[in-house]
């Protein structure tokens, strides 16, 4: 557990109005139904519904092993389900191909961010914003791009940085360029993947107040273990655990929860201090 993240009941300043635990009904963009997912007969996602509404900021918390990423895999085609569907904006997702679901609409970030190191960060993000172009525009004048990969690079705040090369940023950077390399393909649903791992506090600030600014116009899941952030930016809080879905809320209802604190904070804070620490921690907290 971090310890140098912004005091827990202190909001961004353009922090949205808490969100009760149910998310409103009837504007799903991302449907998840009786998802399950077998790895050589261990069973990783057990069964799991979850529903992201359109303009959504959610995060997704569980312990190691929850199935996070591979929640993450299927709806990005990476993995196959045993059985269940993903329908995004009402067309299923499951038996699509990676690209297929880029070109839908979908982009994902990895723990590591996997940005092209030789080029620069403008060549990076320009090249991003040719990925969902059909292959003839790509030889022709891509009338918009331009103005997209500028409209990024003011968003994510690399401007300065245009003419960098990527493979020496800072490790914040780089997360900043991979977020961006996304927003250049304008996704209609982001999911990132511990965005804020190993950022310094003014770091993860910022990143929290990035993805403020992207859920503005998009939809974004954000896998993130740093409960401090949470309590800083979260609104509704997914929890899974062993594959599947322990609880919804908001990150007051999350922390309150006995079997969060067991299963997940406890844990995961072992290492810090031991499971009573945990919940020392989480009830102290708003
Ligand atoms: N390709 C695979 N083959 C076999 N088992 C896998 C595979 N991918 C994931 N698993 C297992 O499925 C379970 C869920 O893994 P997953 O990576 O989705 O968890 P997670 O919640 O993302 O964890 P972490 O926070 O550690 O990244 C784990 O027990 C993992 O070992």
Redesign the pocket.
């Known amino acids: 557990m971090t310890t140098d993240a912004p005091a827990p009941d202190a909001p961004a300043p353009d922090a949205p109005a808490p969100a009760t635990a149910d998310a409103p009904a009837g504007d799903a963009l991302l449907a998840v139904r009786g998802l399950r997912v077998v790895?050589?007969g261990?069973v990783?996602i057990d069964g799991i519904d979850f529903t992201v509404n359109r303009g959504e900021l959610r995060f997704l918390i569980?312990?190691?092993?929850?199935?996070?990423?591979?929640?993450v895999d299927v709806i990005t085609g990476l993995t196959k389900p045993a059985s269940g569907s993903v329908t995004f904006a009402g067309t299923e997702l499951v038996g699509q191909r990676e690209h297929r679901i880029v070109r839908l609409g979908i982009g994902r970030t990895f723990q590591t961010a996997t940005v092209f190191e030789e080029l620069t960060v403008l060549e990076n993000i320009d090249l991003a914003a040719s990925f969902r172009l059909p292959v003839p525009a790509l030889f022709r004048r891509r009338k918009g791009v331009g103005d997209r990969v500028a409209q990024v690079l003011e968003t994510t705040q690399l401007a300065e940085l245009a003419s960098r090369k990527a493979g020496i940023l800072s490790h914040g950077q780089r997360q900043w360029l991979e977020i961006g390399m996304l927003l250049a393909q304008d996704p209609r649903l982001l999911l990132l993947d511990e965005p804020v791992a190993g950022m310094t506090k003014d770091e993860r600030e910022r990143t929290g107040q990035l993805l403020q600014q992207i859920a503005k116009e998009h939809t974004v899941v954000v896998?993130e273990?740093d409960m401090e952030f949470l309590r800083r930016f979260a609104r509704l809080v997914t929890v899974?655990h062993e594959?599947k879905v322990l609880m919804e809320g908001t990150v007051a209802e999350v922390q309150a929860d006995r079997r969060v604190q067991e299963v997940y904070l406890g844990r995961a804070s072992e290492e810090a201090g031991g499971p009573v620490a945990a919940a020392a921690e989480l009830e102290a907290a708003p």
């Open positions: 790895f050589d261990f990783a569980g312990p190691n092993g929850a199935g996070k990423t591979t929640l896998i273990h899974l594959g």
